[in-house]
Structure formats: C-alpha cells, structure tokens
C-alpha cells in the first residue's frame, strides 16, 4: 500500500512539473525532474547499509533520464575514454573516474551555465527507489531483472545503449545495472550519522566516493536500490560511468 501511495502520489503531483523531462542543449543529457518528498533509505539486513533511515528530500531536482552516454561525453570532452569506443554512442561511457566526472561536471555547466553536478547518494536511492521500499524498484524478484537492468545474467558482459529496458516508475532507465554509477558522497561502511536531508555526506578531501546500481558483470544482489560500494576518486574502469543531477529553480 505504501509503495501504490507513494507511487500515486509522484504521478498526480506531474502536472506541477514532477516528470517533466528537460534537454539544455541537443548534445546534453535528457532529465527528469523529480518532485521533493521523503523515504526510507538503506536496508538493515546489510551492515553497509544500515540502519535504515528516514530522509527528506527538500527541493526539486533533475536526475539523468539515461546514464550519461559516449555521445554525451564526446560533445562536451572531445574525447571519448570508453573501453568501446564509439562503436555505439548512445552506450554509457565508461572507464570514467570520480576526478574525470568533476572534469565533465565543469565543461558542461560552461557550455550551458546551467548547474549540474554528481547526485548525492540520497538523491539516487530516492531516485532509483521511485516511490517503492522493496529490493528493486519493480519488487523483490530478482528474475524479473532481465526487464530491467543489465547485469551477469544477460549483459554478455558489454554495456548495452541506455533506454533498451523498462523504465522505474520515475522514469529513469538503467538504474539497475549496465554501468556503476559515481556519487557526490564520501563512503563510510553505514549511515550512522548521515546526513537526513538528502545533502552529501562530506569527509576528507581524496575521500573514497560512492557507486550505486551495479553492472554488467554483477549477480542480482549487487542491483539492489540500496547497494552501495566505494572506492577512490581516481579509480578508473570498463565497468563505471555516471548519471547526472541537475539543479532547477
């Protein structure tokens, strides 16, 4: 019942510009904005991601309809670092850092003077939940996956084009595997202490960033809403790209 409410309430609320998906530029991501409200974040029975919590999400915002593409990323860069290369550029590019993404992050609110950042690791888990509090956004059936995500079972281990499977009931595409998903967070091993209003969760600087959503070369439990992992800003490979937030008035 919480999730149909949840759910009902995100859809009536549409027309107030909740869904409303924007594009700044022919060349920049597609986005969907996404209404303020609250959830339950983290997941109690996985010591990295408890306790679960309250969090309150103050503000609209837009989160990536898609995982930032090659396409997307060779527009703005000139450059495309992906394992692939442009063999098909509406792939997720891939072999990006948490340093290349603040790169990006900077070309493409020149370009467009528009504010766009990494999605602090609330604002995913709200966003990849989309109104539900099970272990997918679809349900806790992990052989439903295939309609979803792109994972070990399926991927044939290669990043697929964003937007081939079934959207989230925000729709969102590919919030369940394909690619690892950076995140504006430093990593801790819990929410102890975690910010509830939905900011970043700051530490030292060279801390260790959050990824979410799994990947290709992932089993089902690593595609849950709330798998997180960490590691350093740096680290760079085939499996990890990115999807963007983008601040509206």
């Known amino acids: 019942?919480?999730?149909?409410?949840?759910?009902?309430?995100?859809?009536?609320?549409?027309?107030?510009?909740?869904?409303?998906?924007?594009?700044?530029?022919?060349?920049?991501?597609?986005?969907?904005?996404?209404?303020?409200?609250?959830?339950?974040?983290?997941?109690?029975?996985?010591?990295?991601?408890?306790?679960?919590?309250?969090?309150v999400i103050p503000t609209p915002f837009a989160i990536g309809k898609y995982e930032v593409t090659q396409a997307e990323w060779q527009a703005v860069m000139g450059s495309n670092p992906s394992s692939s290369g442009l063999a098909d550029r509406r792939r997720p590019v891939d072999t990006v850092s948490w340093d290349d993404?603040?790169?990006?992050?900077?070309?493409?609110?020149?370009?467009?003077?528009?504010?766009?950042?990494?999605?602090?690791?609330?604002?995913?888990?709200?966003?990849?939940?989309?109104g539900t509090h099970t272990a997918y956004s679809f349900g806790d059936d992990p052989a439903l996956l295939d309609k979803y995500g792109w994972y070990a079972v399926n991927s044939e281990f290669e990043p697929s084009p964003v937007g081939q499977l079934k959207p989230n009931p925000f729709g969102l595409f590919d919030m369940h595997g394909n690619v690892w998903e950076w995140v504006a967070d430093c990593h801790t091993d819990g929410y102890v202490g975690a910010p509830a209003n939905g900011s970043a969760r700051q530490g030292e600087p060279g801390c260790r960033r959050v990824l979410r959503g799994g990947a290709i070369g992932n089993e089902p439990k690593d595609l849950r809403s709330s798998t997180r992992y960490g590691d350093t800003p740096d680290y760079r490979v085939s499996v990890i790209g990115l999807r963007l937030v983008r601040e509206v008035p």
Request: a negative charge.
């Open 1 to 55: 019942m919480w999730r149909v409410l949840a759910v009902f309430a995100f859809l009536t609320a549409c027309s107030d510009s909740g869904g409303k998906v924007i594009q700044d530029c022919p060349d920049c991501p597609e986005m969907v904005i996404l209404l303020p409200g609250a959830f339950q974040m983290g997941e109690d029975s996985h010591p990295k991601e408890a306790p679960r919590h309250e969090v």
């Open 101 to 130: 993404a603040q790169a990006f992050i900077q070309a493409l609110n020149a370009k467009t003077g528009k504010t766009y950042r990494l999605p602090t690791e609330a604002e995913w888990e709200y966003a990849a939940r989309a």
